[in-house]
T-cell receptor, first 117, second 115 residues
Framework: AQKITQTQPGMFVQEKEAVTLDCTYDTSDPSYGLFWYKQPSSGEMIFLIYQGSYDQQNATEGRYSLNFQKARKSANLVISASQLGDSAMYFCAMREDSGGSNYKLTFGKGTLLTVNP | KAGVTQTPRYLIKTRGQQVTLSCSPISGHRSVSWYQQTPGQGLQFLFEYFSETQRNKGNFPGRFSGRQFSNSRSEMNVSTLELGDSALYLC??????????????FGPGTRLTVL
């Protein structure tokens, strides 16, 4: 079973509008971290935002926020006021903190976001 | 502070050859991880090094190996290259300070093409 599922292969959004990118995860580990990365066409993975499994509040970083619903095992990324430079591939990733694998990230397949002017 | 650097950025090899990729982590970061990214398989974890020791290994054949030096710089080696090894190889570094928020920061990647 996939540990990270991103059901939207592609998304389109108008400039200045908000967009939500979906991510669901599967783990039995009580302690884990969820990450979102942005990958422009240049290839570099850019860290956007982190949410820990024990965090009570949703994470926010500037225009990025993470809608964390633990019971549903979802960690959706919300980008507010989209900009043309937001056009990129977005990956959701999980780090499970037990069992000695706490430096391994498991990634979803990604969502290609296109921001239209 | 300089980010993660990877060299070379692009590489073309032929089947059967071997290749070595290099990664310099962010200053002060002690953990280095390697990932392979292909269109078919997506991003897959290769291995992670800390204090010159491999702590975690992904599900890759023994042709893929790596090492870490005392200054935390890391190299990965792929021997007897196959066409399927063509990929973007990404290196990531983290503080490894056992803080739950510890984040991996990625380099620009090395794009390997095997002909």
């Amino acid at each position: 079973a996939q540990k990270i599922t991103q059901t939207q292969p592609g998304m389109f959004v108008q400039e200045k509008e908000a967009v939500t990118l979906d991510c669901t995860y599967d783990t039995s580990d009580p302690s884990y971290g969820l990450f979102w990365y942005k990958q422009p066409s240049s290839g570099e993975m850019i860290f956007l935002i982190y949410q820990g499994s024990y965090d009570q509040q949703n994470a926010t970083e500037g225009r990025y926020s993470l809608n964390f619903q633990k019971a549903r095992k979802s960690a959706n990324l919300v980008i507010s006021a989209s900009q043309l430079g937001d056009s990129a591939m977005y990956f959701c990733a999980m780090r499970e903190d037990s069992g000695g694998s706490n430096y391994k990230l498991t990634f979803g397949k990604g969502t290609l976001l296109t921001v239209n002017p | 502070k300089a980010g993660v650097t990877q060299t070379p950025r692009y590489l073309i090899k032929t089947r059967g050859q071997q290749v070595t990729l290099s990664c310099s982590p962010i200053s002060g970061h002690r953990s280095v991880s390697w990932y392979q990214q292909t269109p078919g398989q997506g991003l897959q974890f290769l291995f992670e090094y800390f204090s010159e020791t491999q702590r975690n290994k992904g599900n890759f054949p023994g042709r893929f190996s790596g090492r870490q030096f005392s200054n935390s710089r890391s190299e990965m080696n792929v021997s007897t290259l196959e066409l399927g090894d063509s990929a973007l190889y990404l290196c990531a570094s983290s503080l490894a300070n056992y803080d739950s928020t510890d984040t991996q920061y990625f380099g620009p990647g090395t794009r390997l093409t095997v002909l």
